[in-house]
């Protein structure tokens, strides 16, 4: 019970930490998050099988793009070369592919 209670209460905390984290360290953290994302989508394409009867398979190619774009844009946020915004680059948001061979 005792592990429990402070299980809870070092959860709590760190919610409340989050929370009152300003948002340039939000932004960093999701960077860091990101940066993880990528490194197991590497593990995951190294493992991906290569089945060419498959009729759909994961496009590594483009979520890496995807990642790398939105990584792009937080660290232009967090160091701003000037005031005017920029265009905005659209994600492909489409990751699954059809084997062209059906």
């Not at 299980?7 to 948002?23: G, N």
């Not at 932004?27 to 995951?44: E, I």
């Not at 759909?56 to 790398?68: K, N, P, V």
């Not at 792009?72 to 061979?101: F, H, K, W």
Request: charged fraction near 20%; aromatic fraction near 6%; charge should be neutral.
């Amino acid at each position: 019970m005792e592990k429990i209670s402070l299980l809870i209460i070092s959860t709590l905390s760190l919610w409340r930490v989050a929370i009152a984290s300003p948002e340039p360290t939000q932004l960093a953290l999701a960077l860091k998050q990101l940066d993880g994302v990528k490194t197991s989508l590497a593990r995951a394409q190294t493992t991906a099988s290569t089945d060419p009867q498959s009729r759909y398979f994961f496009d590594y190619l483009q979520a890496q793009q995807d990642i790398s774009a939105v990584e792009q844009g937080i660290r232009r946020y967090l160091t701003p070369a000037r005031a005017q915004p920029r265009a905005v680059q659209p994600l492909s948001a489409s990751y699954q592919r059809e084997n062209p061979d059906d």
